[in-house]
Each structure stands twice: as C-alpha cells, then as structure tokens.
C-alpha cells in the first residue's frame, strides 16, 4: 500500500474524529427550524441567539465535510463548497426575517386578526425561509452521505 494512501487515510479518520466531535454538539445546541407564533420580542431575541450559535456550529461542520472531501475529490468539494455558500445566504436571510419579526412581536400574534399585508408577508417569509434552510441542510446531508457512501468508504476499506 503506498505510503500517500496511507496518509489519506490517516487524514480522513483525523476529519471523522472532528466531524464525530461537532456533530455531538450540533446535537447537543437542539434547534429546530419549526416557526412558533410568539408575539414576545425576548422569544425573539433568544431564537436569534440559538440559531447564530446553532449555524455557527453547522458552518463549522460543513467546513470540515468540505475539508474532508477535498482530500479526495476536488471538483466534488467545490460543489461542495458551493453549498456551504448558500447555506450561510440562506441563514443571513432567516435572520434578518427573524431580526423584523424581534422589531415587530406582533407579527406572530395568533390572536391578532386585523394583521397588515406586510406582518402576513413576514410571517409566511419566516416560514418559507425556515423551510428552505432546512431542506438545504437536508440536501447537504444528501449529498455528504452520498461521497460517503461511493468515496469513503472504500478508501477506508
């Protein structure tokens, strides 16, 4: 076995180490992207909160899944790359949404049936965007498990 397998390898379980390790913490941070109708500016500021640490942490994980993968397929890691890009336009988004709704409490206020056209927009604008978030983050897994699946494995094998 060539001595640069071996170093790949031994690369590759060193990332897993380090994945292994933040995903016990993304784990650890519990967010979900589920959008609760609290009309309460603290619930607000603490939602922001959550999620800045919680996407933090998630951009930490992506970027040694790209580091990972760029040990073994460059055109793949820049794809890669790509989503993690996207990923953080996509959280700049939410926050922002969320940053207007902290601004605003009322916007989320089941109770309020006499909401404006703009407070019924941002509601279905924090939804949307928690959807696509979401699914992104999906389709990253997607893909991760995937170059796992065809690239990994059988260079740890």
Same mark, same amino acid.
């Given at each position: 076995?060539?001595?640069?397998?071996?170093?790949?390898?031994?690369?590759?379980?060193? $990332?897993?180490? =380090?994945?292994?390790? &933040? #995903?016990? %913490? /993304?784990? !650890? *941070?519990?967010?979900?992207? +589920?959008?609760?109708?609290?009309?309460?500016?603290?619930?607000?500021?603490?939602?922001?909160?959550?999620?800045?640490?919680?996407?933090?942490?998630?951009?930490?994980?992506?970027?040694?899944?790209?580091?990972?993968?760029?040990?073994?397929?460059?055109?793949?890691?820049?794809?890669?790359?790509? $989503?993690?890009? =996207?990923?953080?336009? &996509? #959280?700049? %988004? /939410?926050? !922002? *949404?969320?940053?207007?709704? +902290?601004?605003?409490?009322?916007?989320?206020?089941?109770?309020?049936?006499?909401?404006?056209?703009?407070?019924?927009?941002?509601?279905?604008?924090?939804?949307?965007?928690?959807?696509?978030?979401?699914?992104?983050?999906?389709?990253?897994?997607?893909?991760?498990?995937?170059?796992?699946?065809?690239?990994?494995? =059988?260079?740890?094998?």
């Amino acid at each position: 076995m060539s001595e640069n397998l071996e170093n790949v390898k031994k690369s590759i379980k060193e $990332h897993s180490e =380090k994945l292994a390790k &933040l #995903g016990t %913490e /993304l784990a !650890e *941070i519990k967010f979900s992207y +589920k959008v609760e109708e609290k009309p309460s500016k603290e619930y607000w500021e603490k939602r922001m909160k959550e999620y800045k640490k919680y996407n933090e942490k998630c951009l930490e994980y992506y970027n040694q899944v790209h580091s990972m993968m760029n040990l073994i397929n460059k055109e793949e890691s820049q794809m890669f790359l790509l $989503h993690i890009s =996207k990923f953080r336009q &996509l #959280g700049l %988004e /939410l926050l !922002e *949404i969320m940053q207007k709704i +902290k601004d605003n409490p009322s916007i989320t206020d089941p109770k309020d049936k006499q909401k404006s056209q703009w407070s019924k927009d941002i509601k279905n604008k924090i939804s949307e965007q928690s959807n696509k978030c979401l699914n992104h983050e999906k389709e990253m897994n997607g893909s991760f498990r995937n170059f796992y699946q065809n690239e990994l494995k =059988k260079i740890l094998e």
